[in-house]
């Protein structure tokens, strides 16, 4: 099946909720034609509508990251009405918060799945066709618990930790064929529209679009000089 899309690059943007992902998504569809991805698909049709009333190329491509049969299923939709993706942002993560005798194996299971396994497997259906044309970005967003688990992030923390381990070897494998992968590590709070986080004021945590447009500059780097880790943080967040 021909692609559908008269746009010649497209980036594919997963795990997008209201917060990060929403304003990952808007940015990069004032470049490419996008790809965004969510398990609520009531969600992702609205911001799905934004866009396109903005001007914006996008289609929606529902999916449980969790699941290797919904990941391939929805790439294959994404290319044949796109086509092969430029730019994989994986966002996805999240699970029970508690410690080891509060969160169940299941538990476990399901932060590692959507937090790590999804990504290898949302790569390795993105990293062939960029091979074969000598570029691409994969962007991986991270947190601090992936690189310092605290007694809370039992499940949360070692799916980040494999998340940064895989774009590290991404990074190692893919840079000298073209491929610019780096892991963001996001520190602190995400200012997410309606949601109030008592003691936080809105410059105590990190705005949304900021973060998209550093995602947009790691996108866009010139190839002799790019940045494999990276942190965002509140100027006024301690570490």
Request: without cysteine; hydrophobic residues 45%; aromatic residues 8%.
């Amino acid at each position: 099946m021909a692609k559908e899309s008269k746009n010649d690059r497209v980036a594919v943007i997963l795990g997008v909720g209201p917060g990060l992902g929403a304003s990952l998504a808007r940015r990069f569809a004032k470049g490419y034609a996008v790809a965004i991805n969510a398990r609520n698909e009531k969600y992702l049709h609205s911001l799905a509508e934004e866009i396109a009333a903005a001007g914006g190329e996008v289609i929606e491509a529902p999916a449980d990251l969790g699941d290797r049969a919904q990941i391939a299923a929805a790439f294959k939709s994404i290319r044949e009405r796109l086509g092969a993706p430029d730019v994989l942002v994986y966002n996805a993560g999240g699970g029970k918060w508690g410690t080891i005798n509060e969160v169940t194996p299941e538990q476990y299971e399901d932060a590692w799945r959507v937090g790590a396994y999804g990504a290898f497997v949302s790569a390795k259906e993105v990293v062939p066709e960029m091979i074969a044309r000598g570029r691409g970005v994969i962007l991986f967003t991270g947190a601090t618990a992936g690189v310092k688990a605290g007694p809370k992030s039992i499940a949360f923390g070692p799916a980040k930790f494999a998340l940064r381990g895989l774009a590290q070897s991404l990074a190692r494998d893919l840079g000298p064929k073209g491929i610019h992968v780096a892991w963001i590590n996001v520190d602190g709070s995400i200012n997410i529209p309606g949601r109030r986080i008592p003691n936080l004021k809105d410059e105590d945590q990190l705005e949304p679009d900021a973060i998209a447009d550093t995602y947009w500059h790691l996108a866009h780097q010139h190839p002799s000089a790019w940045t494999m880790e990276l942190e965002v943080r509140p100027f006024k967040e301690k570490f």
